[in-house]
């Protein structure tokens, strides 16, 4: 059998790198101006969109509110309706420039429910295409991702912008 190393050079970051106690969304919420470093993809007045570095698939992001709470039932009522909105409008972005057949979008609230950042609420909005699972994860846990993140930002940036208006 003709054996072939597939790379994910970009998980070891993650999984061997230090875990700080900073917030990435507080970070790229206060990092204003290096939205391409924290891969910012648009702004609002109360949330953010962002895409995820270490993502399940192609242009996983991940949509949070720029103020630091963990509680879904805390957040104020015009957060939820940007929040909600800022879902919305990325779902029609990732249809448009990515065409997937379908999403999964949704939170994970407290660790045990496997909240990374679980003081800091995010939603996930992740697109899917028939058949994008496949054996990778599985036996040699690794996701193959076909696009850089920054290509995937600059085309998703577009387009929410344009959304935004």
């Not at 990374?116 to 609420?121: A, E, N, Q, S, V």
Request: charged share 20%.
């Amino acid at each position: 059998m003709d054996e072939r190393p597939l790379w994910a050079p970009w998980r070891l970051q993650y999984v061997a790198g230090p875990k700080g106690d900073g917030c990435i969304f507080c970070a790229a919420g206060e990092g204003q101006g290096d939205d391409e470093r924290h891969y910012v993809l648009a702004r609002g007045e109360r949330c953010l969109a962002m895409l995820n570095a270490f993502p399940y698939a192609s242009g996983h992001l991940m949509v949070a509110p720029y103020r630091h709470i963990g509680d879904l039932t805390a957040l104020e009522p015009p957060e939820v309706a940007e929040v909600m909105d800022v879902v919305r409008r990325s779902i029609e972005a990732l249809r448009t420039v990515m065409n997937p057949q379908g999403f999964n979008v949704g939170l994970n609230l407290g660790e045990s429910a496997g909240a990374g950042f679980k003081d800091h609420l995010h939603f996930h909005v992740v697109p899917r295409w028939t058949g994008d699972t496949n054996f990778m994860p599985v036996l040699a846990d690794t996701r193959v991702i076909s696009q850089a993140l920054a290509d995937t930002a600059a085309a998703l940036r577009g387009e929410l912008t344009e959304s935004a208006a």
